[in-house]
């Protein structure tokens, strides 16, 4: 019993080493947003489309002239600026989640095939990394939505394109390191399938560090929705995103600031929160890391 009590605290230990309160408060954040992501339809205390115009620029209620009817305010159409927040946090995030699992299916998959395939399928796929890593996002991002318009469904799928590149050539390293340990050999000389040989064996073993490439390119991703719904090419109305809202308030940034700044305040602490728990977890999987032993 007390070898079992010394093995969990031991375990315990080794989790929490390196768990600042900073680490803390950026799971307390994403746990929020988490759960406004899931729970939007049923927190918003108003439609994000009904306007009212007598309401219009009305402050937050921690201003002069703001009330508790509408907590964060209302924007230039008189719409509730917290509802609209509620779902704008919803979009983005179900976004640059959606987007980020494109990016890695696309990553690890195309990485598995170069470790796997060598040769000419590896060299073609490493010009498609070079390529892709060559040429700014932002610019191909750009010219496919004034090309062939704006959906949402277009506009998720497009973003997964973003980063795929690292997850790519991070997984080829890692399939390839594996390839070379014992327990593959031992699977391989039985007569595994390569499907199950990468599916089964390898992925469980470096997929903690695939998981640490996601949580730093999220995110960018998250960024990147805002920058192109800042500029009106993401995601359009009615349907509201955390760009959209900003986009849209900018003319209003004298007279009503918090229009602006609070979303603003959601994407930077949010872009934070991730990046700290991204960096925690890759010192996790890090054995050379102190913070790993």
Not at 52 to 72: K, Q, S, T, V, Y
Not at 95 to 103: E, H
Not at 163 to 177: F, H, N, T, V
Not at 255 to 261: D, E, M, N, T
């Amino acid at each position: 019993m007390a070898t079992i009590l010394n093995y969990s605290t031991l375990s315990w230990r080794r989790v929490t080493q390196g768990f600042s309160p900073s680490l803390f408060i950026a799971f307390l954040w994403i746990a929020a947003m988490g759960v406004i992501a899931l729970l939007a339809n049923h927190l918003t205390p108003f439609d994000i489309a009904a306007m009212d115009l007598r309401e219009r620029l009305r402050p937050p209620a921690f201003l002069a002239g703001g009330d508790w009817i509408h907590p964060l305010g209302t924007d230039q159409l008189g719409r509730d600026t917290f509802s609209r927040l509620l779902s704008s946090i919803r979009t983005s995030m179900t976004i640059g989640l959606i987007s980020t699992f494109i990016a890695a299916a696309i990553g690890v998959g195309l990485g598995f095939l170069a470790a796997h395939g060598r040769g000419r399928v590896e060299q073609i796929i490493l010009m498609l990394i070079d390529a892709q890593a060559a040429i700014p996002f932002m610019i191909v991002a750009l010219a496919v939505l004034a090309f062939f318009g704006n959906n949402l469904v277009l506009f998720t799928v497009l973003l997964g394109f973003y980063g795929w590149e690292r997850i790519a050539r991070l997984s080829r390293g890692l399939a390839m390191s594996a390839s070379e340990q014992g327990y593959t050999i031992a699977v391989r000389d039985i007569g595994a399938s390569p499907v199950r040989l990468y599916a089964l064996h390898i992925l469980p073993n470096v997929g903690s560090s695939l998981i640490v490439a996601m949580t730093l390119n999220l995110p960018e991703v998250i960024l990147l929705e805002t920058s192109l719904s800042f500029l009106g090419l993401g995601v359009q109305p009615p349907l509201s995103s955390l760009g959209n809202m900003v986009g849209s308030a900018r003319a209003y940034m004298e007279g009503a600031p918090w229009l602006v700044f609070i979303p603003s305040a959601v994407i930077m602490l949010t872009a934070l929160s991730v990046s700290i728990i991204g960096d925690w977890l890759r010192d996790r999987a890090d054995p050379m890391s102190d913070s790993a032993r």
